[in-house]
Each structure stands twice: as structure tokens, then as C-alpha cells.
């Protein structure tokens, strides 16, 4: 029998998220289990592991046409699949994720990698960067993630750090430190929570009125007020655009990409967070590369899933 389907897992610190998918990247059906990070995270792959096999038998599927399943992982993990504690699970230690996975599911083919890499070969495959194989994805969520797509591979690095966009440097003499204890990150602007972080320093730094005075701050609210016109929050979505629009043309520098695809919530704020970033993009960047695309992600919450499962495809 043929090879027709693939299983995509995405690992969140609170759900996994799983998809059942054909071969030629349609979702066929998705649903999530709870992540019990209690117990050192014990119950994760095998309540992932229970959670195929009940899926193959409600669907009369045999293990004769699933090509593999692929797993995406909230930390770095490294080209065979090697996972270096993942603090979010109640991983301490380090460990093969795609081999253990693999002896659960009775020897099936298990991928694992980096969620958000993952997630950006799910955008190529199917999503905003579909038609083409060097693409960047870059996440812009509680913090600012990454994952290198190049000739329809993922760049995963020497120990699986390839991608962190978030961490490059980018602001001389900042104050507060970022997550990961350095001071001056890109993840402390471009994020949803930087962007919270420079709209608290204008509205502190005067008493100019503000729709953002009358409304709970956050990165939503403030691309709303942009769209009105709020003089204070489009002084803090130019800040914003300065610091993703140089990073990404930091980026390009290096890689060269085709596109790059904006993801997570700051993204869903929609077109309007593109000028800001465009404009800073290509007065910084190299002029071979002025032409890159910036495009906003399509795939949403599956992208993970679908990433997931091309990865045991390839
Ligand atoms: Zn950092």
C-alpha cells in the first residue's frame, strides 16, 4: 500500500496541537491534547504517541500508508533530533525527542525540530511563501521568533539555535534586558510585549493626549490607533518599524532570502504594520536585496502542524 498521510505535531507549553495530513499538504483533520508538563514532562510523547494511534484507528488508517510524523519543540533541537532542555515541558534533560517518539509509535518515522522553524517550512509548503524555497519567517508574538527556510530545507545551526531573529543586537545602551539576559535584542521592540514597553516610555515621557490614555494598552489597541491617526502610537509604530525593518535588513544581508513571512499576533494587527516596516527595510538594506518581499503569514495556529508533517515527508 502507498504512503497517503502524515501526522504534524506542534508542542505548546499548555496544548499540543495535532493534524492529520495527505501527503500533498492538505490538513485533513487537527485536534489537540492537553500538555502535562507535570512529572518532568514524562506523559508528553506518550500521551502524543496514544493520541496517533486512537486517530489511525477511528480513521481505518494502517501504519502501511503514514510516511512519518513530525514534531515541532518550544527549544533548540539539533539536526537528529536532540532536544536540550526544554524548561516549558518540565524537560531537564537532554534527550532524543524523535527517537523516543519514534519506539512509542511501534518504529514509525519521526523528524523533530524547532517549533518555529517548523512553522516557517509549514508557510513555504503551503502558506504565504508558497512557490518558493528561501524564505524567512519571522514571529512576532510575546517574544520575536525565527526559523530559515533555504532550498526548501530548514536551517537548524550547529546546536539548533539558527533563527533566534529575535536575539540579534540591535539598540546600543538599553536599559532593561531582554528574556534571554541580554540588553538591546530586537525581541525588545518588534515583539507585542516591546511594543507594549515603548508605548508605556511615550505616554510616560509627556502629557500628550493619546486615544491610548482612554483604552488598556496593548500592541492591539495600538495598531487600531494608528489606523485613527493617534499621533502618539504612530511615534511608537515608526520606532517599531525601525527596529524590525533594520533587522530584517540585517538578515537579508546574510541570507538573501525571497520572502519574508511575518507571523504571530503582532502580524494579525494586519496591513497596516507593513509600511512601517517596508519603508525601514529598504532604506537599510543591501540594494541587491531591496526587492525581498514582506508578506504576512496565512497558515495562523497550523502552520506548526503543517510544518510539522512536511518535515516527515521530506
Ligand atoms: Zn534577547
Known amino acids: 500500500m502507498s504512503e497517503k498521510y502524515a501526522f504534524g505535531i506542534d508542542v505548546g507549553g499548555t496544548t499540543v496541537k495535532l493534524g492529520l495530513l495527505s501527503v500533498k499538504g492538505e490538513l485533513l483533520d487537527k485536534w489537540e491534547v492537553k500538555t502535562r508538563t507535570e512529572d518532568g514532562g514524562k506523559n508528553i510523547l506518550p500521551d502524543i504517541a496514544g493520541s496517533i494511534k486512537e486517530k489511525m484507528k477511528e480513521k481505518g488508517i494502517d501504519k502501511s500508508e503514514i510516511t512519518g510524523a513530525g514534531i515541532g519543540l518550544p527549544g533548540p533541537v539539533d539536526e537528529t533530533g536532540l532536544i536540550r532542555k526544554a524548561v516549558n515541558l518540565g524537560w531537564d534533560r537532554n534527550f532524543n525527542v524523535a527517537e523516543e517518539l519514534s519506539e512509542l509509535l511501534d518504529g514509525m518515522k519521526v523528524k523533530a525540530g524547532n517549533d518555529a522553524n517548523v512553522a516557517a517550512l509549514g508557510e513555504m509548503w503551503q502558506g504565504a511563501g ?29 546546536t539548533g539555535a ?13 536599559k532593561d534586558a531582554c528574556g534571554c539576559g541580554n540588553r538591546g535584542c530586537l525581541e525588545q521592540y518588534a515583539s507585542a510585549t516591546g511594543i507594549v514597553r515603548l508605548l508605556n516610555q511615550e505616554l510616560e515621557a509627556s502629557d500628550e493626549d493619546s486615544m491610548m ?3 488598556p494598552v496593548s500592541a492591539k489597541q495600538m495598531w487600531m490607533a494608528v489606523e485613527k491617526g493617534d499621533a502618539l502610537s504612530v511615534r511608537v509604530a515608526e520606532k517599531f518599524g525601525y527596529y524590525l525593518g533594520t533587522g530584517l535588513s540585517i538578515i537579508a544581508g546574510v541570507l538573501n532570502p525571497e520572502v519574508f513571512v511575518l507571523g504571530g499576533g503582532v502580524s494579525m494587527s494586519g496591513d497596516i504594520i507593513m509600511p512601517f516596516i517596508t519603508k525601514n527595510f529598504k532604506e537599510h538594506v543591501f540594494h541587491a536585496s531591496r526587492d525581498t518581499m514582506i508578506v504576512r503569514a496565512t497558515l495562523g495556529n497550523n502552520a506548526g502542524i503543517i510544518g510539522a508533517a512536511k518535515m516527515a515527508i521530506d
Open 213 to 215: 490614555r482612554h483604552v
Open 130 to 158: 508558497k512557490g518558493h524555497k528561501d524564505v524567512i519567517m519571522v514571529t512576532l508574538g510575546t517574544g520575536v521568533g525565527g526559523g530559515i527556510i533555504h532550498d526548501g530545507k530548514i536551517i537548524t545551526g550547529a
Open 162 to 174: 539558527a533563527g533566534e531573529i529575535g536575539h540579534i543586537f540591535i539598540q546600543e545602551g538599553e
